[in-house]
Antibody, heavy 123, light 109 residues
């Protein structure tokens, strides 16, 4: 059974930093690209970032480019999202998702998702 | 950038009835590259349909997808109590950004 378990969510002040983790199990992690998708309270889904299976390619939404960094450790079957210079508008539940296709060309969708980690940016 | 507009915003139906949810794209979606997701409160989204009409693994056959070009539909044959949720469409046939529709809330009447 595919499982994705996010951790690291917290309350952080504007301008602060946070690192989210997503531990994967139930599939060959190193075979799949992974993404982060966020959902602001009461709002819809917003894709944030993607990383390919061997970490040679990463991709970001314009809203987080230059502030967020995605990475992965295939030996630990874990994907990370380092978030710096956080803004109030980054407040959301952050889901990691197993990706099919290539987000760099816009041709990706997501077949398994985690329940998410809540990030609250507030003073 | 392709913008996806879902309608209606909220759909109120009773268990046993059929549901029709719409997703309209601002430009043609190539290769029918459209997915549908279901999300219940506090839960992870679940992939229902990809390629506009292909059911994901384990999805009951009361869920069906159709459409091409700019107009897509998710149909739920006979609503079960567990089907009341929010449904999102997502296109993956064009250049970034990767966009989702704003969602349709399916609620019990």
């Amino acid at each position: 059974e595919v499982q994705l378990l996010e951790s690291g969510g917290a309350l952080v002040q504007p301008g602060g930093s946070l690192r989210l983790s997503c531990a994967a199990s139930g599939f060959v992690f190193s075979d799949y690209a992974m993404s982060w998708v966020r959902q602001a309270p009461g709002k819809g889904l917003e894709w944030v970032s993607a990383i390919n299976s061997d970490s040679t390619s990463t991709f970001y939404a314009d809203s987080v480019k230059g502030r967020f960094t995605i990475s992965r450790d295939n030996s630990k079957t874990t994907v990370y999202l380092q978030m710096n210079s956080l803004r109030v508008e980054d407040t959301a539940v952050y889901h990691c998702a197993r990706q099919l296709g290539y987000c760099s060309t816009g041709s990706c969708y997501f077949d398994f998702w985690g329940q998410g980690a809540l990030v609250t940016v507030s003073s | 950038e392709i913008v996806l507009t879902q309608s209606p915003g909220t759909l109120s139906l009773s268990p046993g009835e059929g549901a029709t949810l719409s997703c309209r794209a601002s430009q043609s979606v190539s290769s029918s590259s459209l997915a549908w997701y279901q999300q219940k409160p506090g839960q992870a989204p679940r992939l229902l349909i990809y390629g506009a009409s292909r059911r994901a693994t384990g999805i009951p056959d009361r869920f069906s997808g159709s459409g091409s070009g700019t107009d897509f539909t998710l149909t739920i044959g006979r609503l079960e109590p567990e089907d009341f949720a929010v449904y999102y469409c997502q296109q993956y046939g064009s250049s970034p950004p990767i966009n989702f529709g704003q969602g349709t809330r399916l609620e019990i009447k």
